[in-house]
DNA sequence: GAGGTCCGTAAAGAAACCATCAAGATCACC
DNA sequence: GGTGATCTTGATGGTTTCTTTACGGACCTC
């Protein structure tokens, strides 16, 4: 369940969040001062923040970086003061949305929603396998098979991450090109002889007869992915897991 | 460098946003319509995406949707329409902040920076360990093995901070520049050098041999964790960092 | 089998990039 | 106003990377 924690001196708002949120499955905590706002926060862990800025005790700028200092938690102002200064240090100071009042509950609500998608966990690039090596997309690195990182110069990099991102799929010449070199490089194709040869050297166990990056010629060049459970001849002790 | 697209019919909007967003140092993209808009988005990967909803050919939150379904960048939407269902149409189409004209452009920069913000990683595990040193994002600290603490001026945090909240992975040039100093640095990649050699002759046992804070050679820098007790064996006959 | 096209390999100069030292500029603070 | 810490900028030398040239082999066509 989603905890929403409002801080806000306004009884009359702080009532109607309770009502409104709590009707639609949230759990909600309710402090009517800064001070007790960054209390409930320190024992409630909530997912949510929902504050004022005009509380009687301490700023609210001052509430943001207070939370901001230890919790990522999405922070929404809810204020009467529309200056666009105070929008700006409200913001700056980690706020993740601003909504002065008056105020529509239903907007709210969806900047809530909102708030809460951008809380989930974004899904990580995948790890593409290939017979003799790793390619991790999200760290840009190349692995060999025991562990040990690869290093790729940037032209290298990314030719094996345009074949990796269509792995087993054949990618022309023309499209890697177009992608690394830019629009103008259609024809040199040379160039990509050139830095495959340079990457089985680095990738392959036996550059010359490749099993990993494959010519298909005249067409273009492909990355050949190994399933899982995979077997190399060396390097038993590997911890390739699934 | 972050680039914003602005999907905007109004050719004054459109004007004011590039003029703005490109003296603070982002890469401006301007679509007049929202097929225009979608095209540009597909080819050029925008970082952050501006939308106005009443576009003359598609309806805004159908470009949202056309965004969302394989885009995770921000989107915020700026508009005239100021009815509480279409701002909840559209922040649940997938839309992060909704701003209505006439808007401060003061406001809107700070909405933007908050969009960037979120999109940094955030690590659930708060404290990084390099081989021979630790990073603790919450305490803002850097110690030594020893525990001791490592004295840090605010620039050389901030490089650190950024390294280790991408643990291991490859954060260039650019990323760190438009983080710490702000997005028209993007070509002073001399700074990164000095900082680099400092951070390095105060965390490192040969400075001039790193083995946490790596150099990729044209693609940029990376904090390598080692695992909890590592023993780091000596360099023994390479001198690559594995 | 001659000729052409495509591919793989090697190597060298040019260009871009990086590490380091050090001095000037700026700022906060006393 | 002086002082120390920090940030910016310049200069130099070493290293890495990119581009280009050259050559030999494989394959297909005629």
């Known amino acids: 369940m989603t905890t929403v ?7 009359s708002i702080a009532r109607a969040l309770r009502i409104n949120l709590h009707a639609r499955g949230y759990d909600v905590h309710v402090a009517y001062d800064g001070a007790s706002g960054l ?14 800025l005009g509380l009687p005790d301490i ?3 001052d509430v943001i970086n207070g939370i901001r200092g230890w919790s990522n938690a999405p922070i929404i102002v ?3 003061r529309d200056q666009e200064p105070e929008k700006v240090s409200a913001l700056d100071a980690g706020a993740d949305d601003y909504v002065t009042k008056p105020f529509g509950m239903d907007e709210l609500l969806a900047r809530i929603r909102a708030a809460e998608r951008r809380a989930l966990p974004q899904p990580d690039e995948p790890i593409v396998r290939a017979a003799h090596f790793t390619v991790d997309l999200a760290a840009k690195q190349v692995r060999s098979l025991d562990g040990a990182a690869v290093r790729l110069t940037p032209t290298e990099w990314h030719i094996v ?9 054949l990618v022309t010449a023309r499209q890697l090109l177009h992608e690394v070199w830019g629009p103008s490089y ?12 340079q990457l089985r050297r680095k ?7 490749p099993c990993c990056l ?7 060049y492909r990355l050949i992915t190994a399933p899982n459970g995979c077997v190399i001849q060396q390097a038993s002790h590997g911890r390739q897991n699934g």
Chains 1, 2 share one sequence.
């Open 5 to 11: 924690l409002v801080i806000d001196d306004e009884p």
């Open 59 to 61: 700023d609210g700028v």
């Open 78 to 80: 809810l204020t009467a």
């Open 214 to 220: 494959i010519t298909d010629p005249g067409m273009g």
């Open 203 to 209: 990738l392959e166990p036996d550059p010359s007869r």
């Open 161 to 169: 991450e345009m074949l990796a991102r269509h792995p087993d799929r």
């Open 186 to 197: 259609d024809a040199e194709t040379h160039y990509l002889r050139v830095y495959l040869a």
């Open 39 to 52: 209390s409930v926060m320190a024992r409630e862990r909530a997912d949510i923040v929902i504050v004022d």
